[in-house]
């Protein structure tokens, strides 16, 4: 199976990998899927308390090229947006960009699983209660 | 200078040797006859070809010419076997013995027969992925008409104690099936010294054409016989209808002739290089070989690079170098080898590996450049997972709850 140029480079040249320290108030992490299953994604946004912006994000993937790619888009998208935006960003953007295909669409859900988890783990740090997301649609 | 791609995938098939192709071309031109036209020099030409390719595949693996019956290839022949054997042996008994670990084309007809009212025990595999002999004469019943054990396994290249198999298998008066599909060509097979009455393999996999194969049927002590699965004209003593594909048979001879001249030297220059190759690859920490290291093909390793991917890890080289991997990521499923799976391997171990097949054609500049492109990779990697990160802060992977997906 050929993978797309942009999914390439992500994985050539990822994004934002590395680790926050999950301790601080500020930074939210979500860790989604399972060493089972071939994809663990965690992924950790810091987020300015005063103005709800996203400053950084920081991501680390066990996974395939395309989970790859997911996870190092999803912060190059999250960073300088606000949290309330960030909920926005939805798992069939990230197959748009990236051109994934059907059988790779399961790593689109995952990032933003992984996206809806950092900001509930913000959330409940911070006071506020959890999101209640309906399950995504693809497994 | 290193040409790329380098091709490591030799168990998915082998690159003809140029010595095979040559001796098939003047079967495709001017000696294109019918081997079965009896009245005229082009069907004799045709039919002296066969014979003398059936002597080179039967010296191979020590059987008569006769008991060679050419099909389209190892699946062709696994299903021949053990369809035509549950068919001819029916008033002796419906069971069959199996394993995990076997190929596809052999547990896939073995579900067949369990469809058709057959019953098929399917034995679990010790970790090194050898069969439990004790098992296997445990699950012995009256009923029982056939063993159907692979020769050496195409995932981790571990060798089956096939001697002792057949030993036990004669005891009870059960036949025994062998896929030798990676074993022929590659180590020393012999049919009367392992007691193998029947035996499929192909020569797509030792250097030979794609599209042709064979199955070894034993016609003395005992004299094994198949049900035909296929009508028509009665070809190859009624066991295997069809028009024979002379240029693919030639090639399969010549194959068969170049790997028992060659096997000592080629086993010895190839296997030097998969130690080293391995030797170098578990240098990197988490770093473990699947499977017996002992009883296993001398071109071959499974190796599990822990807490990385391996469809990811691919990705890293697999334009520069052609390779498999046991997670099966690209499939809708997401479930790893069934093979490694059967080892008793975690799920995430089994994500992680990498299969090796080495070649006749493979050299020691291009594991060097192996060696280097993976563990590259896998540094890379790690730097980049999450469970490596936990792994190496300390934590107990297994303790954390994973939210399943």
Redesign the interface.
Known sequence: MAYSDKVIDHYQHPKNVGTLDKSSKNVGTGLVGAPECGDVMRLQIEVDGTTGMITDAKFKTFGCGSAIASSSLATEWLKGKSVDDALKIDNMDIVEELNLPPVKIHCSVLAEDAIKAAINDYRVKNGMEAIKFEESVIH | MLKLPIYLDNNATTPMDPRVLETMTPYFLEHFGNAASRNHPFGWEAEEAIDYAREQVAKLIGADPKEIIFTSGATEADNLAIKGVYEMYASKGNHIITATTEHKAVLDTCKHIEKIGGEVTYLTVKPDGLIDLEALEAAIKPTTILIAIMYANNEIGTVMPIKEISAIARKHGVLVFTDGTQAVGKIPVDVNKDGIDLMAFTAHKMYGPKGVGALYVRRKNPRVKVTAQMDGGGHERGMRSGTLNVPGIVGFGKACELCQLEMEADTKRISILRDKLETELLKLEEAYVNGSREHRLPHVANISFK??????LL??FNKNIALSSG?A????S?E?SYVLKALGL???LA?SSLRFGLGRFTTEEQIDYTIKAISETVLKLR???????MYKEGID?STIE????
């Open positions: 807490h990385v991917e391996g469809e990811g990705m890293g997670s990521c690209t499939s809708a997401l790893p975690g799920d995430d994500h730097e980049m997972s999450p469970l490596w990160e992977l994973w939210a399943a997906h």
